[in-house]
Every structure is written in C-alpha cells, then in structure tokens.
C-alpha cells in the first residue's frame, strides 16, 4: 500500500497491516467493503461487523434492481461470523462489482 496519513476515522486502513495491501473498496449505504491481499473487511458504522480471509467465506451474492440499492450478501463459512448485507447506491455499484469480482476470483481457486 502507498504511504499516505490516514485520516482518523478511517477504520479499515487502520487495520491493515504494515505490509498489507488494500486492493479495492466499496462504500454501502451505512459502512463499506474492502478486499487486500489477505482478508475481506465489512465496516458497519464505526465498527468492524467482519474481518476474514477469503478462505473463510462460503459465498458473494451482487444483486442489482431497477429502483432500489444494489445489494452486496457475504455469507461466511463459519457460524461464529456474522453473514453481511450491504446496500449499494449507484454511484458505487462500479467499485462493488470490484470487490466482488476479485472475491469471485479468490473463491474460485480455493
């Protein structure tokens, strides 16, 4: 990842590690999806709803409907991880479709 302040209230790049990289990111309605090279983090508000290596999850769902948000569904493997739904708006369906476009691919070699 460039070297670059992060703003304070930016919870997912606060978490990365030093030597991780941020591949892409998505914001919903009321908290975000990111993809690096290690994990998938789902940000709800201020706090961090999951945070799992692509291994862990079982399924991505993207749906997009005429006059609603576009929806982003991530279902982990395990019980203990909270499945995620995420509203879209339309100015972001381009960057979601890249968050799970790059999931899909990761899943897809498992």
Known sequence: ???R???EDDVVLRLLEPDE???TRALAIDGEVAVTDRRILVRTGARVSLNVPVERLRRIQ???ER???ATIVIVPEHPSDEPQ???ILPDEIEAAAR???EIGK???HL
């Open 85 to 87: 739904v995420l509203g």
């Open 1 to 3: 990842m460039e070297n």
């Open 5 to 7: 302040e992060i703003a």
């Open 21 to 23: 990289e941020l591949q």
């Open 67 to 69: 006059s609603r948000p």
């Open 62 to 64: 993207f749906d997009v």
């Open 99 to 101: 968050a799970v476009a």
């Open 106 to 108: 990761r899943l897809s």
